[in-house]
């Protein structure tokens, strides 16, 4: 059992200053995800099942990371640095992508072009059967994991890493 929190004047009777260092910890509003993923038909795991509802969703955790950089490229503009009292702050958390379990997502043509850092995208047997391109990376795209998936039909390569957005 742990104790209750304690306030912020209690804090600063232990350690003088703590709610002046406190109160300049970045407060960053940032979006939240919109394009979720589902109930599979195996009634348990939260998935998705449809190429271009996947392909939206790692479109939106892109943007999402951009927009994440670009706030955190203002308030280090904008503020002398100081350490931060939560460390998440400091890095961004796996984003994660589950297929459901056995599906096979098809398309015609056009890659998830994957460009934030963290991801992981996974699945049990299921298959990805798209002309062209399967998966794209681009600069931004580090530590990046790819589990479980068999990729089919092809026309070039299933993974692409474009030379021009790579950085070696």
């Known amino acids: ?13 232990l350690l003088p200053g703590y709610s002046d260092w406190k ?3 970045p407060k960053l509003d940032l979006r939240q995800p919109s394009v979720l993923p589902s109930l599979c038909s195996d009634g348990v795991t939260l998935g998705f099942d449809s190429w271009a509802t996947l392909k939206a969703a790692v479109q939106e955790a ?20 100081t350490a931060f009292q939560d460390d998440s702050l400091y890095y961004e958390e796996d984003i994660v992508f589950t297929i459901c379990p056995g599906v096979t997502l098809r398309a015609r043509k056009g890659p998830i072009m994957i460009n934030s850092e963290n991801v992981v995208l996974e699945c049990e047997g299921c298959v990805i059967d798209v002309g062209g391109t399967h998966l794209a990376f681009g600069s931004n795209a580090k530590n990046v994991l790819v589990r479980g998936i068999t990729f089919r039909s092809a026309s070039s390569s299933s993974l692409t890493f474009f030379p021009k957005w790579s950085s070696g």
């Open 1 to 13: 059992r742990s104790a209750p929190p304690m306030s912020l004047e209690q804090a600063d009777d």
């Open 23 to 25: 109160m300049r910890q």
């Open 62 to 81: 892109n943007s999402l990371s951009a927009e994440r950089f670009m706030k955190w490229s203002e308030y280090f503009a904008t503020n002398s640095f």
